[in-house]
C-alpha cells in the first residue's frame, strides 16, 4: 500500500507542476523503500518515512517502464534496475513537510502544495468510508493511505470540511473508492503511537516541463512556510 501512496503522490504533484497527470510506477517506488528499509525480497510493507526519502533521492518512474501485475517482483521487467533508476531521478520531489495534525494537514492541503502521504493503525474503526472518531487503542495491521483533498460533502459541527482520503481497494471501498475523514478522527489518529504523515510538494527534474502560471494565478496562490525534511532531520 506505500507504493500505491508513494506513487500516487507523485501523480499528484505532476498534475501540479504541469497541468497533466502522469501514472508513476508503484512497484519501483514500493522497492525502493523497501531497499532504504532493509526489507527487500520480502513483501512485508515499507515506511512513509523512506518513501519519503525516497521520493526525494530516487524519484518517480513512468508506470510503463514497471507496471504493476499484483506479484511481487523486486527485478523490473525487460529493463536494467540502473536505466530504471536513472529515468526515475528525472522527476524527484524537493519539499517535504512533517505533519503532526489536523492543522498541519489543513494548512499544507488548503494551500495547494500537495497530498500528504499517512501511515496509520487500520482498524474496524477506519473500516467504513466515512470516519468520525478513530480508537487508536483498537490496534491492527499497518497501512497507508494519501489525504488529497477536503471536501464540503461533510462538515463537522464547527463547518470544518472532511479530509478526502485515496484508497487502493477499488471502487468497491468508500465513496467510489475514497473516505472522508472529520479533524477528530485525524488528531486522534496523530496519538497512535505507529502515524506518520508526511507532505510530498515541489516535484522537479528535467522531465518536468513546468506548466504556464498567469500573474492572476501567482498572485492570488496561499503561500505556506515549507520545511524541508532534510532540514528537520526526518
Request: glycine residues 12%; contains cysteine; charged residues 25%.
Amino acid at each position: 500500500c506505500q507504493g500505491f501512496t508513494l506513487a500516487t503522490a507523485g501523480m499528484y504533484n505532476s498534475y501540479l507542476a504541469t497541468g497533466e497527470l502522469e501514472m508513476y510506477s508503484q512497484q519501483f517506488a514500493y522497492i525502493m523503500t523497501q531497499t532504504r528499509d532493509g526489507l527487500l525480497g520480502r513483501d512485508q510493507g515499507s515506511t512513509i518515512e523512506n518513501g519519503e526519502n525516497s521520493a526525494e533521492e530516487d524519484g518517480f518512474l513512468p508506470y510503463k517502464w514497471w507496471e504493476y501485475t499484483g506479484k511481487y517482483h523486486t527485478t523490473p521487467p525487460g529493463r536494467s534496475m540502473a536505466e530504471c533508476k536513472g529515468e526515475a531521478k528525472r522527476r524527484l520531489i524537493q519539499t517535504t513537510a512533517t505533519i503532526q495534525n489536523a492543522e498541519d494537514a489543513d494548512l499544507f492541503i488548503g494551500t495547494g502544495l500537495g497530498p500528504i502521504s499517512i501511515g496509520i493503525t487500520w482498524n474496524d474503526s477506519v473500516n467504513r468510508g466515512k470516519v468520525d472518531s478513530f480508537d487508536y487503542n483498537r490496534g491492527g495491521g499497518g497501512h497507508a493511505l494519501l489525504i488529497c483533498g477536503k471536501t464540503r460533502k461533510f462538515e463537522d459541527s464547527k463547518g470544518r470540511p472532511y479530509f478526502k482520503i485515496a484508497n487502493w481497494w477499488y471502487k468497491t471501498w468508500g465513496y467510489n473508492g475514497y473516505g472522508y475523514w472529520s479533524w477528530d478522527a485525524l488528531n486522534q489518529m496523530f496519538k497512535g503511537r505507529y502515524t506518520v504523515a508526511r507532505g510530498l510538494s515541489d516535484l522537479a527534474g528535467d522531465a518536468i516541463k513546468p506548466r504556464k502560471m498567469s500573474w492572476g494565478e501567482y498572485k492570488y496562490t496561499p503561500k505556506y512556510s515549507r520545511r524541508s525534511s532534510k532540514s528537520q532531520g526526518a
